[in-house]
C-alpha cells in the first residue's frame, strides 16, 4: 500500500514538473513573439520627420530587458527543477 502511495506521488511530481516546464516555455515564447512583433510594429509608426524615433533608442536596452527575462525563466525552470527534488 505505501510503495504504490509513493509510486503514485513519485508520478504527480513529475506530471506537475512536466506542466510547469511547459507552461514556462509557452510564457517565453510569447514573450518573445509578442517583443519581436512590437517593435516590427513600432518601428514603422514612430517616425518624425522622416527619421526613426525608435533608431535613437539604444539596443543595449531591449537586449537587457530579454536577457533578464532569460535569467528569470531559467531560474524558474531551476526552482521547478530542485522542487522536484
Same mark, same amino acid.
Given at each position: ?7 503514485? #506521488? ?18 517565453? #515564447?510569447?514573450?518573445? +513573439? ?7 510594429? &513600432? ?11 525608435? %533608431?535613437?533608442?539604444?539596443? !543595449?536596452?531591449?537586449?537587457? &530587458?530579454? !536577457? &533578464? +527575462?532569460?535569467? #528569470? ?6 526552482? %521547478? ?5
Amino acid at each position: 500500500m505505501m510503495k504504490e502511495l509513493a509510486e503514485l #506521488l513519485k508520478i504527480a511530481e513529475e506530471v506537475e514538473l512536466k506542466k510547469t516546464f511547459s507552461q514556462s516555455l509557452s510564457t517565453g #515564447l510569447s514573450f518573445l +513573439f509578442s517583443s519581436f512583433l512590437g517593435l516590427y510594429l &513600432l518601428r514603422y509608426q514612430f517616425s518624425f520627420f522622416g527619421r526613426n524615433i525608435l %533608431a535613437d533608442v539604444p539596443f !543595449i536596452v531591449w537586449l537587457c &530587458l530579454h !536577457i &533578464l +527575462f532569460a535569467l #528569470l525563466f531559467i531560474g524558474y525552470i531551476s526552482a %521547478a527543477w530542485k522542487r522536484r527534488r
